[in-house]
């Protein structure tokens, strides 16, 4: 009776080890697939950014100019003051904006860059598997024709780097 529970406990710790691994192989592949448009993501968010720039000097140069003092406007300064407060909320809305942007644009890049640090033990051929398959979301068959191997033989070196980036992502994870 002993000895059947240690085989219980050991075939136990079998499970956990797998379910580990079968946990990190399924983190890996929810990494790649939020990976498919990072790229494009981070290429526009520059793009908003650097028109929330533009847009806000715009706002910041007619807010040195026009100071709230009530010169030149009509009646008690009221318009100008209105106009100046205005302006300002607009400066204040674009720099969230921005800041918030920039929070995005370096958490793409952080994943990013975990993405190649996992890749980092593969060879070519599995790297080009596992971007055309799961970062550039192509078919098996389009893969394999990129690849030169069978569908099957891409499937199955596909699915050992998934495996070897699970490892390392534990490994990662354990440190």
């Known amino acids: ?10 075939s136990r710790a079998k499970l956990m080890a797998c379910d580990c691994v079968e946990e990190a192989e399924a983190q890996v592949i929810k990494l790649l697939h939020s990976a498919r448009g990072t790229e494009e993501e981070i290429r526009e968010i520059r793009s908003v950014l650097s028109e929330f720039n ?6 910041t140069d007619g807010l040195t100019r026009s100071r709230p003092l009530g010169m030149g406007a009509p009646g008690n300064g009221r318009h100008a003051d209105h106009t100046y407060h205005a302006a300002r909320r607009s400066v204040e ?7 918030r942007l920039e929070a995005r644009s370096i958490q793409l890049l952080m994943e990013l860059e975990l993405i190649d640090d996992l890749m980092a033990d593969l060879n070519k051929t599995q790297r080009n598997i596992i971007k055309t398959r799961w970062i550039e979301d192509k078919t098996w068959i389009q893969v394999a024709g990129k690849v030169y191997l069978s569908e099957r033989q891409s499937q199955r070196v596909g699915k050992a780097a998934i495996g070897c980036m699970a490892k390392r992502y534990l490994s990662h994870a354990k440190e």
């Open 54 to 59: 533009r847009s806000s000097r715009i706002y």
């Open 1 to 10: 009776m002993i000895k059947t529970d240690a085989r219980a406990v050991r």
């Open 93 to 99: 809305w674009y720099g969230s904006q921005c800041r």
